[in-house]
């Protein structure tokens, strides 16, 4: 919960000034002194009658006011205390502040009543600039990457962020701007610039990419939208002298201009390793609207079920869906085909390796579908129980899933026909580990995933 601090209210049955409360104290009094007490807090009226902040800088303080202004509605001192963690949780959600306390006092000065309280934020500003340095080793490559952010850039929590990665194969480069709705910051604009070179052997192709993109997020009621507008300049080339002929066609440059609209509903309790909830999202993609070469209309889905049994393990059931449909008679580029296969989708396969081909290179498709069924349950005998054996799952899986071109000339029920024809899929069983990055945030990084897998055709 963070720390919160209170003093007194009199007049209260206690002796002295000072009463300490944390709320820690209140969920198991020992004594029934303290239960009387309890009682007193919880049904006392009071009037929060000053919100302060110390320690601001550059900070703007109308900015503030929205996270905070909650706390003045408190109708008692555990109101207050509850009201008061959640303020301190938005202000540091806003990503301005390395640490903020809180400090709640009895009302003094003239206008003081006898039920006022003051309550006082003591906040800790991040640095005007903060870097990072780090470099990656692995599939036979090397890279430097250099980061640099400038936090709170105008005082109403705008962030300035720069990433540049030099490599043995590849350099690219990145400058964001994030600028959020003061009192709602999930509504919120990104403003991005960027280079990035990227390299996919099992197609034999190079593709550089250099655009600027601009998305708005906001929520509306349980569902959460990006509105989004991408231009980019892609070189496309090939990477071995072996590539085929259906590679080397594609190579050469394209201007893509495309506006997409995505649309989300997550009530899963965990982003990465989750026990319950569900999470649905559907992504709508309509380039060559707005000028470029590239012309089509694109729709993909994802839904994800999970459901907590007993002893502790978790089923969970995913969908995934979408089609391309090229505009104006012109043939979809392999840039921005669908591809499938590998740990990420149908596992047992090699890394998008499902899918019309050309001589051992992988195009991908116009069309896919893929599902999939985890059962995740504890280790065995339950080693680390309440520790770091919590860390750890064994993961049981069925894959399945299909990826194609349409003859768009065929109608619904031949492309139905397609997509369940060849159908692939797999079995098999591994392990996850989680770890905590923060214990006290209770975040969890999913940081290795291992398995064994084996797989069988129909």
């Known amino acids: 919960m963070g720390t919160v601090h209170a003093k007194s209210l009199d007049p209260l049955p206690m002796h002295g000034r000072d009463l300490g409360v944390h709320p820690d104290d209140l969920v198991e009094p020992p004594e029934p002194e303290q239960e ?3 009682e007193i807090l919880e049904n006392k009226a009071v009037i929060v009658q000053h919100v302060n902040i110390q320690g601001l800088g550059r900070t703007k303080e109308d900015l503030l006011g929205y996270e905070i202004s909650e706390v003045f509605h408190a109708k008692n001192l555990i109101d207050v205390m509850k009201k008061s963690h959640i303020a301190r949780q938005k202000l540091l959600r806003l990503g ?3 640490e903020v306390e809180v400090l709640i006092d009895t009302s003094e000065g003239t206008d003081a009543l006898p039920n006022g309280l003051d309550v006082t934020f003591e906040v800790t500003e991040v640095k005007r600039l903060t870097g990072s340095y780090n470099t990656m080793v692995g599939n036979n490559e090397g890279s430097m990457v250099l980061g640099l952010k400038l936090p709170n850039m105008f005082g109403r929590a705008e962030k300035l962020t720069f990433q540049f990665s030099y490599g043995t194969k590849e350099t690219s480069y990145g400058l964001s701007f994030f600028k959020p709705q003061p009192g709602n910051f999930e509504r919120n604009l990104i403003l991005n610039l960027y280079k990035v070179t990227g ?5 034999s192709l190079k593709e550089t990419d250099r655009g600027a ?3 708005f997020n ?3 009621g349980m569902t959460n939208h990006t509105l989004k507008w991408e231009g980019v300049w892609r070189e496309l080339g090939c990477l071995a002298r072996s590539a085929s002929f259906a590679v080397r066609e594609e190579s050469g440059h394209s201007l893509k201009s495309a506006l997409s609209h995505t649309v989300s509903i997550d009530s899963r309790n965990s982003a990465i390793f989750p026990s319950r909830g569900a999470l649905l999202r559907i992504n709508s993609e309509l380039a060559g609207y707005t000028g ?8 993909d889905f994802e839904l994800q079920l999970n459901k907590r049994l007993f002893w502790d393990s978790v ?3 995913s969908l995934w869906g979408g089609m391309l449909c090229p505009i104006g008679g012109q043939p979809s580029c392999i840039a921005d085909r669908f591809y499938l296969g590998g740990p990420t989708s149908v596992r047992g396969f090699g890394m998008y390796s499902i899918g019309p081909q050309s001589e051992g290179d992988y195009l991908g498709g116009e069309a896919y579908w893929a599902g999939g069924l985890h059962l995740y349950t ?5 080693p680390g129980r309440g520790g770091f054996g919590d860390l750890f799952r064994t993961h049981f899986f069925l894959n399945a899933g299909n990826l194609c071109n349409l003859n768009y000339g065929d109608g619904p029920r031949a492309h139905i026909q397609k997509l369940a024809e060849c159908m692939r899929w797999s079995y098999g069983a591994g392990h996850r580990v989680a770890a905590r990055k923060h214990r006290k945030a209770g975040a969890q990084l999913l940081c290795a995933h291992g398995s064994s897998e084996w797989r069988q055709d129909m």
């Open 36 to 38: 009387s007490k309890q």
């Open 96 to 98: 301005i502040f390395k």
């Open 199 to 203: 390299q996919f052997p099992w197609s």
């Open 213 to 215: 993109s601009a998305e």
């Open 218 to 220: 906001f929520p509306l």
């Open 292 to 299: 470029g070469d590239a012309s089509f209309l694109k729709e």
């Open 315 to 317: 089923l969970s059931a």
């Open 378 to 382: 504890p280790l065995p005998f339950r």
